[in-house]
Nanobody
Framework: QVLLVESGGGLVQAGGSLRLSCAASGRTFSPYAMGWFRQAPGKEREFVAAISWSGGTTNYADSVKGRFTISRDTAERTVYLQMNSLKPEDTAVYHC?????????????????WGQGTQVTVSS
C-alpha cells in the first residue's frame, strides 16, 4: 500500500513563493514517475509538472515553465514543487501522484496513486 501526503500549501501574495512537498509511505516505493496536478473551483484537474524517478527527467505545463521547478529526493521518498513568481491564477488545490509504469506525462489516467491535496491561495 502506497500513501502520498502533500504539505506546504498556504496563502501568499502575488509574486511570492511556496515550496510544496509530497512524502510517500509504505513498505516499498519505486515509481516510474511522480507528478503534480492542480484543480481550481469549477475547472478540471490539470497537469502541472512531472519527473521520472530514476533519471530525474522533468516535464512542465506551459503555464508554469520558468516559474515552477519539480525535484525529488529518492532517499527520502519525497517529491517537491518549488513555485516562484506566483500569480492569482495559480490558486488551486495541488495534488501529487505516482505512476507505476510509463504513460503520458500529462494524463491523469497514467497515474496510480494520488494524495489528498494541499490548498494554495495567491492573493492580488
Amino acid at each position: 500500500q502506497v500513501l502520498l501526503v502533500e504539505s506546504g500549501g498556504g496563502l501568499v501574495q502575488a509574486g511570492g513563493s511556496l515550496r510544496l512537498s509530497c512524502a510517500a509511505s509504505g513498505r516499498t516505493f519505486s515509481p516510474y514517475a511522480m507528478g503534480w496536478f492542480r484543480q481550481a473551483p469549477g475547472k478540471e484537474r490539470e497537469f502541472v509538472a512531472a519527473i521520472s524517478w530514476s533519471g530525474g527527467t522533468t516535464n512542465y505545463a506551459d503555464s508554469v515553465k520558468g516559474r515552477f521547478t519539480i525535484s525529488r529526493d529518492t532517499a527520502e521518498r519525497t517529491v517537491y514543487l518549488q513555485m516562484n513568481s506566483l500569480k492569482p491564477e495559480d490558486t488551486a488545490v495541488y495534488h501529487c501522484a505516482a505512476a507505476k509504469t510509463l504513460g503520458l506525462w500529462a494524463s491523469l489516467t497514467a497515474y496510480d496513486y494520488w494524495g489528498q491535496g494541499t490548498q494554495v491561495t495567491v492573493s492580488s
